[in-house]
């Protein structure tokens, strides 16, 4: 059997020129990176915007598990039915962060026969989105220790510096720092620390933006810290003449990456923040722009509809005015397994309804969110494997057909587009339906009250609660003039509470909020929940000790 790598090593690959005029994209429109990549000039994008929307489709999952879901590659796989079946059809994917291609997680190309290419451009710097954006948000950090270290005008108060370096890498060795030793040429010694580049607010940023204008307005707009007076009053990058800058190094990512699937679809990779810790989905001006392109978008957020899907739904379309028209919960057999109980090694031991039975609680939940509390129509596609049994099938689309979910096995790994054809149809069909889209909360609820609908309804928790200084800081937000804004949850994505380890669909567990955090510039607070990590570390293996290059440039063990 062949590899990710190797499948898409013997792709045959089209002049990205061709997919773009595929989508009526002129040349002059065009930024290439080599021959198989593109952006798309922004000054294009402003030309389109008189075009009507296509159908913008979600694709979501269940928790997800080590046994795997694969909703990357059902993404892919989608698109291509799609365009199999005569619809013109674009995916819209994030881009993946070299902290997971290096660690344990994988890359974010899809897999098998649904991939996007070329794969291992993507999955290794890519345009150099991120660079750029671990550049912006690095310089406002420069920028605010030289500016204490020349006098500190604007009176920062050192203990509240609310501004962390980023890098894109998982290395936990640089969750808490110290920087500026060495002496007073060096600065003011102060703890610090990095977060990984995807939980960046830059990056939040940079996917909310619409236009440059509004980039280098949400940057300057960053609280980087407050100052030592009593009224501990907020310094923005703004203060610091530093918003220019950033924009300036964030103005040639900012235009959307064009590329293609192995079956030569349309595929924009734009933006890519993690939906554990940040908001997880692609750009907003990728999706627009694909919108106005095509006929069907095919979009994905990340990890499980209780987290990904929530902060796609209450924050990216709430800020861009966006409604999906339908969702596709990706599913395997195998992960509900997982979530009935049995052990990752145990997985391969064939048939077990029993298990099946109890991790069907997980999906069951997840589909309950998105029809009821999102108000969307659903499919549920089963992503195919060979030890897939008719009767762990049959029991699982018996278990969903009250919940007005059609359960549909999908082959696209094996078979690309035409392995997802039903799925394709069946999307189309829900496409055309009216639906009743529906936000989890009203934005003028209070801040708290708003994270308790979150847990109430979409985790199935009874409560949340936070110790006194989380809920002054929570408070003090309110009441300074921050309380319309969206809250982004900071929580395990193996879960429905806040413990990693507790599968299926627990309910009635407490969420506890245990750090606030203000993005000002991405209009969002951030609450983080749990035992929950803004710098991954790599595990004991890492994947980089499988990756290689021969002689030749030739790359192997890339998944």
Not at 322 to 331: D, M, Q, R, T, Y
Not at 420 to 427: I, N, S, T
Not at 472 to 492: D, F, N, R, S, W
Not at 528 to 539: A, H, K
Request: glycine share 10%.
């Amino acid at each position: 059997m062949l590899s990710d790598i190797e499948i898409a090593q013997k792709a045959k690959v089209k002049p990205i020129a061709e997919i773009a005029k595929k989508l009526g994209i002129p040349e002059s429109a065009m930024v290439p990176y080599g021959h198989t990549k593109a952006k798309i000039a922004l000054d294009y994008i402003d030309t389109l915007k008189s075009k009507p929307d296509g159908k913008l489709i979600l694709v979501t999952a269940i928790s997800p598990t080590p046994a795997g879901e694969g909703k990357t590659t059902t993404t892919v796989g989608l698109g291509d039915a799609l365009n199999h079946i005569g619809k013109k059809a674009i995916v819209c994917l994030r881009e993946p962060s070299l902290g997971p291609v290096f660690g344990m997680k994988g890359g974010a190309a899809g897999g098998g026969y649904a991939q996007v290419v070329p794969m291992e451009d993507i999955n290794l710097h890519f345009t150099g989105d991120f660079g750029a954006i671990q550049l912006a948000n690095n310089l406002l950090a420069a920028m605010i220790d030289n500016h204490i270290n020349h006098g500190n005008e604007l009176n920062f108060d050192v203990r509240r510096i609310a501004w962390k370096r980023v890098l894109d890498m998982n290395d936990r060795a640089l969750r808490q720092i110290t920087v500026a030793l060495g002496g007073p040429a060096n600065g003011f010694p102060r703890e610090d620390g990095f977060d990984i580049v995807v939980a960046s607010e830059v990056m939040a940023i940079f996917c909310l933006s619409t236009s440059l204008k509004d980039l280098k307005e949400r940057l300057g707009n960053i609280v980087c810290g407050y100052t030592k007076d009593k009224e501990q009053k907020p310094i923005l990058a703004k203060d610091l003449k530093t918003h220019g800058a950033m924009a300036a190094l964030l103005k040639d990512a900012l235009a959307p990456n064009l590329v293609q699937t192995l079956e030569h679809s349309p595929a924009f990779i734009h933006g890519g923040p993690f939906a554990n810790i940040a908001h997880g989905c692609n750009s907003v001006l990728a999706t627009q722009t694909a919108l106005k392109l095509g006929d069907y978008v095919v979009t994905e957020a990340g990890f499980g509809a209780d987290l990904g899907a929530e902060k796609f739904i209450d924050i990216k379309c709430r800020k861009a005015g966006l409604k999906p028209a339908a969702v596709v919960l990706v599913a395997t057999i195998r992960a509900l397994k997982y979530h009935g109980g049995i052990e990752v090694k145990e997985l391969s031991k064939g048939e077990n309804l029993e298990a099946l039975a109890k991790g069907i609680t997980n999906i069951e939940r997840h589909v309950n969110n998105i029809r009821n509390n999102y108000g969307l129509p659903c499919v549920v596609a089963i992503n195919h494997r060979t030890e897939d049994t008719d009767a762990e099938v049959k029991l699982l689309q018996d278990k969903l057909a009250h919940h007005g979910a059609k359960v549909i096995l999908a082959r696209h790994w094996a078979e690309g587009g035409k392995g997802a054809v039903d799925v394709a149809k069946e999307v189309v069909r829900l496409c055309e339906e009216p639906n009743d889209f529906k936000f989890v909360y009203d934005e003028q609820l209070p801040l708290w009250d708003k994270m308790k609908a979150i847990a109430t309804k979409i985790y199935g928790a009874s409560d949340i609660t936070a110790d006194s200084k989380i809920r002054a800081q929570i408070k003090k937000l309110q009441e300074g003039g921050y309380g319309h804004y969206p809250i982004c949850v900071a929580k395990t994505q193996y879960s429905f509470s806040t413990d990693a380890a507790l599968r299926g669909a627990p309910s009635g567990h407490v969420v506890n909020i245990r750090e606030v955090r203000l993005a000002a510039g991405a209009e969002f607070i951030v609450l983080v929940c749990g035992d929950i990590m803004t710098m991954p570390g790599l595990p004991k293996v890492p994947s980089a000790c499988s990756i290689d290059i021969d002689d030749t440039g030739k790359i192997t063990g890339l998944f």
